[in-house]
């Protein structure tokens, strides 16, 4: 059964940074991209960043380039996602996905607010 469990989640203000984490089992971690997508209220699935198995590859959305980060450790079986200079449109439920559109995890809630 597969299973992701992020956390890392929590209140910070504007301008500030938060590591989310993600750790995976059930299938075989390092022969899988792994996405990172959020929820904000009301609103539907965004895709945030994706890395490939190997980890040297990733790909982020357009308007997050420059202030997020992902990044794997397939040795622990566990995927992060850097989030700095945080702002209040970052506010989300954030999911790690299993591939390109595969299991979710049960998300992570981001609050930016000050």
């Known amino acids: 059964e597969v299973q992701l469990v992020e956390s890392g989640g929590g209140l910070v203000q504007p301008g500030g940074s938060l590591r989310l984490s993600c750790v995976a089992s059930?299938?075989?971690?390092?022969?899988?991209?792994m996405t990172w997508v959020r929820q904000a209220p009301g609103k539907g699935l965004e895709f945030v960043s994706r890395?490939?198995?190997?980890?040297?590859?990733?790909y982020y959305a357009d308007s997050l380039k420059g202030r997020f980060t992902i990044s794997r450790d397939n040795a622990k079986n566990t995927l992060y996602l850097q989030l700095n200079s945080l702002k209040t449109e970052d506010a989300a439920m954030y999911y790690c996905?299993?591939?390109?559109?595969?299991?979710r995890g049960q998300g992570t809630q981001v609050t930016v607010s000050s």
């Open positions: 996905v299993k591939g390109i559109s595969g299991e």
């Open positions: 890395i490939n198995s190997g980890g040297d590859s990733t």
């Open positions: 059930g299938f075989t971690f390092s022969s899988y991209s």
